[in-house]
Each structure stands twice: as C-alpha cells, then as structure tokens.
C-alpha cells in the first residue's frame, strides 16, 4: 500500500506533466486519474491514524512503565528503610537514608515521566504536522481542480 506522501507526490507529478491552458495559471487534468489518487489517499488516511493511535499506545506505555519503575524504587526504598530500623544503632542514618531514597525516587519518576511525555508529544506533533501538509497539499489541488474545471466549462460554454 502506498502512503500519503506516495500519493501526494503522484497528484503532484501528474499536475506537472498535464498540459496547461495558454495564457493562464489553469492546468487540465485527466479527472478520472486525479479521483483515482483520491481515493487512495482516502484509503491510506486510516493507516496514518492507526500509527497515531499507536503513538498514544506507545506513550501510555511508557508513562506506565515509569510509572512500576518508580513504585518499585519507592518499595525498594522503603524495604531498605525497615532493614536499617531493625538495627537500634543506625535508626536515624536509617530514617536519613530512606528519605533520600524517596527523593532520588521521586526524582528519577519525574524525569521519566516527563520524558516519556516529551517523547510522545514530540512524535504527536511530527503526525500532527504531517496531516495538516496533507490535509493542506489537497485543499489545493482540489481548489486547482475546481478552477479547471470552471473553466474547461467556461471554455465549452464560450465555444
């Protein structure tokens, strides 16, 4: 299957080899083949959303992976926590130490955690910017399309 670029680049070479109107700015085109590559752009927009709802998958994923990893620093910690209380002697290096572990976990969780949504709001707006190209590049062609086609009826009706 092809994608959105592909296609795009087909209307685009299309448009470039049809044959132009003298004197004008028109360029007539072979409908049935600019309605062809229409409708596998049509056909190929659903792939592009799936890869975007992958995105979202993929960043939950990550939040949620930062998420364990960080519960599972704090558990560790707290673990250590009771280790060190069970010894009378180290009690308050303990309970010091144990904060700092909480800390470095809290930390670590919120660099993570931005991180992975950094990551997906960049790849979000990498999609993002690629539809709205698209989304612009056919608004055009299809304005192009309309205004060639006015005139090839304004051409038949002056005929």
Known sequence: MKDLLQLLDEMDALLSRSKRVPLTGIVMVDEDQIFSLMDEIRNALPEEIRKAKWLNLE??????EARREAMEL???????????A???????????????????AERLAAEIREGALAYADDLLASVEEYLRECME???????????????????????
Do not use: M
Not at 138 to 158: I, P, T, V, Y
């Open 86 to 104: 069970e010894e009378t002697a180290v009690t308050r290096e303990a309970e010091l130490r144990a904060r700092e572990i909480n800390e470095q």
């Open 74 to 84: 704090v558990q560790n910690a707290q673990d250590r926590v009771r280790e060190l």
């Open 59 to 64: 960043r939950d994923r990550i939040l949620e």
């Open 137 to 159: 590049t056919l608004k055009r062609n299809r304005r192009e399309l309309k205004l060639a086609s006015k005139s090839k009826a304004g051409d038949a009706d002056g005929a």
